[in-house]
């Protein structure tokens, strides 16, 4: 069974993979941001940064996918899928040009997405789960938790991420396996429960 945790930053990833990776004994692939060099910096300027980050991003995330791809059960905290709503985020808040924009996204089509489909499809997921939050939640946990580098950024960065977040989720609704969690409220067993709930009806449809 292959799990994607799809969602903004704040959205509650982590403890939830965590915890279906306890549960379920699932290896979990998670978000490779302490070996990121260009985490701070990218905060600092984004303009600056932005395209080496994504070209980070989607080389480590490929690495995940490759490492994982002859395991059964596995759990991803966060895809490769997502790394494009990012440089959106970018280009609607003019950190990212036009002609950078269009290189990136013909890069993610042609090169990164068609070499992950062959020969066996690694973007292909028995389960998307994406965690639904509101701006005023996923704020709140960046707060909480308090990442110096992410503090640093306005709030309308968060509202623009979770906004293009919904917008991909509205228009690639039926080209995954998609489970909505309403991700607002902070208890983790209910969450864990209707995921583990979803799987179990999967396997009996497999
Ligand atoms: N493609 C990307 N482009 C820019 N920043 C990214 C990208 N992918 C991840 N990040 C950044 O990496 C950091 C880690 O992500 P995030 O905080 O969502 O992980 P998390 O802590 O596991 O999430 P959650 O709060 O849901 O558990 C965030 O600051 C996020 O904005």
Redesign the pocket.
Known sequence: MKIA?F?????????I?QELSERLNYEIF??P?DE?PY?ED??KDIKAY?FR??IF??TARSKQLFAAKDLKNKIF??TII??P???NVGHKMGNVDDMDYKTYCDFFQYVVSENLKYPNDRLKFDLVVY?KVSDETSIR??NE?G?S??LSIDNEYWKI?NESYEEYYQEHKNDFPFLVIDANNNNLDEKVEEVIRNIEKIKKEI
Do not use: C, H, W
Not at 7 to 15: D, E, N, Y
């Open positions: 945790i969602g903004t930053v704040g959205a509650g990833k982590s403890s993979s998670p978000e941001i990121n985490f990218y905060y932005a980050m994504q991003m989607l905290d966060r997502e790394d709503i990012f440089m965690l946990r960046i938790r990442r580098a992410e991420l």
